[in-house]
């Protein structure tokens, strides 16, 4: 009886804990599209760790790095440290010719953000389904003119489509917009930050 009473506590938990990092990163990311930030891509010299570039400019990358900085994890100090001991699993070399890991940069181009989703994370499928895109997961793009993109799923559906609508800076501010399937879509992820990792559904 003990054991079976233990068990679903245990659910219990999990399923909370699930909620906590699906309601916290959606409440972040949601936060951003309130904001009036202008879109600017300009290489910055940042502090380490928790650097920023000035809080009224950002693109798309910078919606994520704030909305999981705000809920208390520093994406620039974890892809930095991995890049560090891993930076042939990165295409830093490939596509911009560098040869060790730039803290003011990396983690704001989208091809090293799904190198770590995919390192450090969870690789999903990618298809044709709202059904599979679910809130809190990572959505990458490839734009016309071979640009890359990405946004953060949420909870907020569509009503004339039925799709989750997207948190995402495209070049006018962050926006809250049903555009999933906008654009090809390159990537599927979820990373889910080690204080909400005690439970397994959280993932």
């Given amino acids: 009886m003990l054991k079976i009473l233990y068990i679903i506590l245990l659910f219990i938990s999990s399923t909370v804990l699930a909620s906590d990092f699906e309601e916290d990163i959606i409440k972040s990311a949601i936060e951003r599209t309130h904001l009036n930030i202008q879109y600017d891509g300009s290489y910055f010299s940042l502090a380490y760790p928790n650097g920023d570039v000035p809080e009224n400019l950002g693109v798309c990358t910078d919606v994520i790095i704030r909305t999981y900085r705000k809920m208390g994890t520093d994406l620039q100090k974890l892809v930095h440290e991995d890049m560090l001991n891993n930076f042939k699993s990165y295409p830093s070399q490939r596509i911009w010719g560098l040869n060790k890991p730039d803290k003011n940069i990396d983690h704001r181009r989208v091809p090293n953000l799904q190198s770590f989703f995919k390192r450090q994370g969870r690789s999903l499928k990618v298809s044709n389904k709202a059904v599979d895109y679910k809130p809190g997961n990572l959505v990458t793009w490839m734009l016309p003119g ?9 909870d907020r559906i569509d009503k004339n489509t039925g799709n989750p ?11 809250l917009e049903e555009m999933l399937f906008s654009y090809k879509i390159s990537g599927h992820y979820r990373f889910v930050p080690e204080k909400y990792k005690l439970s397994s559904n959280a993932e």
């Fill in 165 to 175: 609508l997207i948190v995402h800076n495209i070049g006018s501010g962050p926006k």
């Fill in 146 to 154: 071979n640009l890359p993109h990405i946004g953060i799923v949420t």
